[in-house]
């Protein structure tokens, strides 16, 4: 398809254990995003990626979150030692440029993690 | 600080009414850019409009028109002869100039059009 595609669309996995999202940005898009989404709320940023560099990653809660986008494309973002309270939607968009007035970010479906 | 605020949790209207969704911003910056996108069931966030600080003409798009006033630092939205699919959360963003490319949301209004 032409937008945003997140894989999985939702994820189910236990305290302390390891996950994985996936983001598959607009192709020709260079700037890559991570928002969270809790219950009732607007999305909060994580990460912003301009190409393969995680250009400000002042969002990332704690050490535990990290992202990758090893070829400038798909990027994966990663939670170790899942908590409880990371369960939300996991939000992900992409833009053509870095900044300036294009800047309209198009967002993918989510993924909704849920930690039991 | 940037900040995003919209006081109205939630409307509900029935069908054809027009309805207005409010958004206040807190910026620092002269240079800025204020967003709103739509929510629909479905999750998936939609892009409507962009706005940047320098530009304050109102703007009309079919049903929707939006409101900037620098002066009261507002961004408002009104959809005109409101219809059931228009029924969704809506989210008002900021983008400043010097927090790099990063979107701060408010809290988002969710919007109920009866039929």
């Known amino acids: 398809g032409a937008g945003v595609s997140q894989t999985p669309s939702n994820k189910v996995t236990e305290k302390g254990k390891y996950v994985e999202l996936r983001c598959d940005p607009i192709?020709?898009?260079?700037?890559l995003y991570w928002y969270r989404q809790s219950l009732g709320q607007g999305p909060e940023f994580l990460i912003y990626?301009?190409?393969?560099?995680?250009?400000?990653d002042s969002g990332l809660p704690n050490d535990r979150f990290f992202a990758v986008r090893p070829e400038g494309s798909v990027s994966t973002l990663k939670i170790q030692r899942t908590e409880r309270g990371d369960s939300a939607v996991y939000l992900c968009a992409s833009s053509r440029h870095r900044g300036g007035e294009t800047n309209e970010q198009f967002f993918g479906p989510g993924t909704r993690l849920t930690v039991l | 600080a940037q900040k995003v605020t919209q006081a109205q949790t939630e409307i509900s209207v029935v069908e054809k009414e027009d309805v207005t969704l409010d958004c206040v911003y807190e910026t620092r910056d002269t240079t800025y850019y204020l967003f709103w996108y739509k929510q629909p069931p479905s999750g998936e966030l939609v892009f409507l409009i962009r706005?940047?600080?320098?530009?304050?003409q109102n703007e009309i798009s079919g049903r929707y028109s939006w409101n900037f006033q620098k002066s009261t630092s507002s961004f408002n939205f009104t959809i005109t002869a409101s219809q059931v699919v228009d029924s969704a959360v809506y989210f008002c963003a900021l983008r400043q100039e010097t927090s790099g490319s990063r979107l701060t949301f408010g809290e988002g209004t969710q919007l109920t059009v009866n039929p």
């Open positions: 192709s020709g898009h260079t700037a």
């Open positions: 990626f301009q190409g393969t560099g995680a250009a400000d």
């Open positions: 706005r940047n600080s320098f530009d304050e």
